[in-house]
């Protein structure tokens, strides 16, 4: 079994997720008048119809790269609870959840577990933040365009403000969302589901509390 430098290793793994679209404080927006609205974009659509976490469950399926290694994974979100999942080849099935109790990185395949220190329980939706509310999102200028990734076309638009630029590219054939550009790292979106269990986010009884033993 390896040190808790490996367990920690997926912790950093789920904070990835919290900075590939981070675009720092953000201040209330002007309301515009309906004279002055634009028709919706598709950003917009997706963050109504499925990235509005704190009404909607989400199931979002992805691979992205992390400390030169390939990642595919499994986001979970529901209720503020957070779980995602991903294989190690030699820890096999990780899974780093937060829940009611604390974070935790679960190792599926050994059946033991570890909570993690208390300054890195600050895992949660709030800090997802490329689930842009309304409000953020009004603080973007959007440009759009086409650009072809890895033989695949893609429309996208390009979300800019004084701190951040993020590109969300839609598949030029059907609009759905394929991928996501944030500080030079790219996330590629393979499904996207509302279906979500809040089994998910609880440790099984019979696995092993390893927490303080590594």
């Not at 981070?22 to 499925?50: D, F, H, K, N, Y």
């Not at 604390?102 to 993690?116: A, C, E, I, N, R």
């Not at 200028?141 to 650009?147: F, K, L, N, P, S």
Request: aromatic fraction near 10%; charge should be negative; charged fraction near 25%.
């Amino acid at each position: 079994m390896k040190s808790a430098k490996k367990w920690g290793k997926w912790v950093g793994i789920l904070s990835l997720l919290f900075v590939l679209a981070a675009c720092g404080p953000v201040e209330p927006a002007e309301e515009i008048s309906e004279s002055e609205q634009t028709p919706e974009t598709r950003v917009a659509q997706l963050m109504r119809e499925w990235l509005n976490v704190d009404v909607n469950p989400l199931h979002l399926s992805f691979s992205t790269e992390f400390e030169n290694e390939y990642l595919t994974a499994e986001l979970y979100v529901k209720g503020g609870m957070i779980r995602m999942d991903s294989r190690d080849p030699e820890l096999g099935m990780v899974s780093v959840i937060t829940n009611q109790e604390g974070s935790f990185v679960v190792l599926q395949d050994h059946k033991m577990y570890m909570k993690t220190k208390e300054d890195e329980e600050e895992l949660s939706t709030a800090n997802m933040s490329f689930f842009l509310s309304e409000e953020e999102l009004a603080l973007f200028t959007i440009t759009t365009g086409q650009e072809e990734l890895f033989g695949i076309a893609y429309d996208y638009e390009k979300l800019v403000n004084e701190e951040e630029e993020l590109i969300y590219y839609f598949l030029s054939e059907n609009g759905q969302w394929g991928a996501l550009k944030s500080q030079g790292t790219m996330m590629f979106i393979h499904s996207l589901s509302s279906q979500v269990s809040n089994e998910l986010f609880q440790i099984p009884k019979d696995f092993l509390d390893m927490t303080g033993q590594m």
